[in-house]
C-alpha cells in the first residue's frame, strides 16, 4: 500500500493495484503541489463532504478519468447534475464493493450542505484497511469503528477549529488502535496552525505502541 499526502485532507492511495483519491482539493489550496491534470487515471475518488476545502476537484477529476465518484447520496445528486457518469451514492452505515475494494461509509460530527458529513474505512481482501475520518469532532463511536473494521492506518484531523485538535484526536487513537496514524488537516490556514509534533507527543503518552506518521506534502511512503 502507497499513501500520498496531497495537502489538507486530500490524499491519493494506491491500494489492491487501484488508484484512489480522498478529498482532491488542489485548485486554491496554498500548500497543495498536484494539479487536477497530474490524476488522469484514477480509478476511485471518495468525497467526505460537499465543503470547498474537500469536494475540492473531485468533479473535475472524475469526469477527466473517469473514475467512479463515491459520496453520500445527496452530494452524488449533485455530482451527477454536474457531469459526473460514474457514480455510487451512499449512506452511513452502508458497504460498497468495488472491484475487490470495501468502502464502508462511517459517520463524522461536522456540518455539511448536501446531505451528512462521513468519514470511510478503505479494506481490501489482503491489504491493510484505511480510515479516512474526514472533518470531525472526537465521538465515542470512533471506539466503535475500531472493534468492527479493525483499521491499522488512521488519517485524522488535528487542526482544531473546524476538527478536533491534538488532544481530541489523540483520545481519537486511543479509542481507535490503529497500528500508524496519519494526521491531516492542519496548517493549510492560520486559524488550524498546528505542530504535529505534539500530536505525536500526545499520542506517545496515551498509546506508545502506535506509530504517527507525518509526512511531507507530496511526500509517497509505503506501509507493508
Do not use: C
Not at 124 to 151: C, R, V, W
Amino acid at each position: 500500500m502507497r499513501i500520498k499526502w496531497l495537502s489538507h485532507a486530500g490524499f491519493a492511495i494506491e491500494f489492491q493495484e487501484k488508484k484512489i483519491l480522498i478529498d482532491p482539493w488542489l485548485t486554491g489550496n496554498p500548500l497543495a503541489k498536484d494539479k487536477p491534470e497530474d490524476f488522469k487515471e484514477i480509478d476511485l475518488i471518495l468525497v467526505t463532504h460537499d465543503h470547498g476545502d474537500h469536494l475540492g476537484d473531485s468533479i473535475r477529476i472524475a469526469k477527466e478519468s473517469g473514475a467512479t465518484f463515491i459520496s453520500i447520496y445527496e452530494l452524488s445528486e449533485y455530482a451527477s447534475s454536474q457531469g459526473v457518469k460514474n457514480i455510487i451514492g451512499m449512506n452511513i452505515g452502508g458497504t460498497v464493493e468495488v472491484n475487490g475494494i470495501y468502502i464502508t461509509m462511517v459517520p463524522a460530527i461536522h456540518s455539511a450542505s448536501r446531505g451528512s458529513p462521513v468519514g470511510y474505512v478503505i479494506r481490501g481482501e489482503n491489504e491493510k484497511s484505511i480510515y479516512h475520518a474526514g472533518d470531525t469532532a472526537l465521538f465515542s463511536d470512533m471506539q466503535i469503528i475500531g472493534e468492527i473494521y479493525s483499521p491499522k492506518i488512521a488519517l485524522l484531523p488535528i487542526g482544531g477549529y473546524y476538527t478536533m485538535g491534538p488532544m481530541e484526536a489523540a483520545k481519537a487513537v486511543e479509542l481507535i488502535k490503529p497500528e500508524v496514524v496519519i494526521p491531516m488537516h492542519y496548517n493549510t490556514f492560520p486559524v488550524i496552525q498546528q505542530d504535529p509534533n505534539e500530536f505525536a507527543r500526545l499520542v506517545k503518552d496515551k498509546m506508545p505502541e502506535v506509530k504517527v506518521m507525518i509526512l511531507e506534502v507530496g511526500e509517497w511512503i509505503t506501509i507493508n
